[in-house]
């Protein structure tokens, strides 16, 4: 199982991006997916969940400003953020529970992560 994350970069401050991660590979099913994002100095920190079902919660952080969404079809889950501000810079990473096989437990798989920076 891959996880591909793209759509980063450098925006101002009120700006918005969309981040996209694709999941490739051979598996049942995905259990859940999720954004997390690591800004300098700073340990991971979760921003947003969508599960299988299509329930999303949200850190209180980026709630009412960040939208996670799915395609279902091509395995990829969307982050976009609206209102940037200069503490959202991080390295966003994508996140995956991923059954392998039906009846297995989730695995969790990561993307390598994509920079957003943005200025103030």
């Known amino acids: 199982v891959q996880l591909q994350a793209s759509g980063g970069g450098l925006v101002q401050a009120g700006g918005s991006l969309r981040l996209s991660c694709a999941v490739s590979?051979?598996?049942?099913?995905?259990?859940?997916l999720g954004w997390y994002r690591q800004a300098p100095g700073n340990q991971r920190e979760w921003v947003a969940t969508m599960t299988s079902g299509g329930a999303t919660n949200y850190a209180a952080s980026v709630k009412d400003r960040f939208t996670i969404s799915r395609d279902y079809a091509r395995n990829t889950v969307y982050l976009q953020m609206n209102s940037l501000k200069s503490e959202d810079t991080a390295v966003y990473y994508c996140?995956?529970?991923?059954?392998?096989?039906?009846?297995?437990?989730?695995?969790?798989?990561w993307g390598q992560g994509t920079l957003v920076t943005v200025s103030s």
């Open positions: 590979g051979t598996f049942f099913s995905i259990s859940a």
């Open positions: 996140n995956a529970a991923v059954r392998l096989r039906n009846g297995r437990p989730p695995s969790e798989y």
